[in-house]
């Protein structure tokens, strides 16, 4: 792999980590930290459940967690090309993603919804949604479509994760 010089990497991917996905994860910080009953009524269709002291500790704590989301993405994935940063930044993006949907898959089970995206409703839209493309598309850059356009260093450079 080279050393990533003068250039940029490919659209879709610095619109999603510069601008999508750090709005969306301040939007659900907010959600998460000062409207958690709602947020959960999103993601887990029907609950009720009362927002408890326990509870509300762990919203403001995914509230952390996507804010730690819109710093990689809006800022530091911003100061560098640097092909190991970006990597690095976005595998951990990508556990932080399937830990969220296998949460997602938890809850959603023990309250019988089931996991299935309903395309007919908006509320999976905004829980699916986010989650998967984001997803997919850290897959693709992983695998190297990282639509970089630009000068390259000198060969030979491993990139370890």
């Known amino acids: 792999m080279a050393t990533r010089t003068k250039g940029q990497y490919g659209l879709i991917y610095r619109l999603l980590f510069f601008y999508l996905e750090p709005i969306s994860a301040l939007g659900g910080s907010y959600l998460t930290h000062f409207t958690p009953q709602k947020y959960f009524s999103i993601v887990i269709p029907g609950n009720t459940d009362p927002i408890l002291t326990n509870t509300?500790?762990?919203?403001?704590?995914?509230?952390?967690?996507?804010?730690?989301?819109?710093?990689?993405?809006?800022?530091l994935l911003r100061t560098t090309n640097d092909i190991k940063v970006w990597r690095a930044a976005i595998f951990a993006m990508l556990?932080?993603?399937?830990?969220?949907?296998?949460?997602?898959?938890?809850?959603?089970e023990k309250e019988g919804v089931g996991f299935m995206w309903d395309f007919g409703r908006m509320e999976d839209w905004e829980t699916f949604g986010p989650s998967y493309l984001p997803l997919v598309l850290r897959l693709c850059f992983l695998a190297g479509w990282d639509g970089w356009q630009g000068e390259e260093g000198e060969r030979g450079v491993k990139v370890k994760l």
């Open 95 to 108: 556990v932080n993603d399937l830990i969220h949907l296998y949460g997602l898959y938890v809850a959603r």
């Open 56 to 75: 509300q500790l762990l919203s403001t704590n995914l509230a952390s967690s996507y804010i730690h989301f819109t710093i990689i993405e809006a800022v």
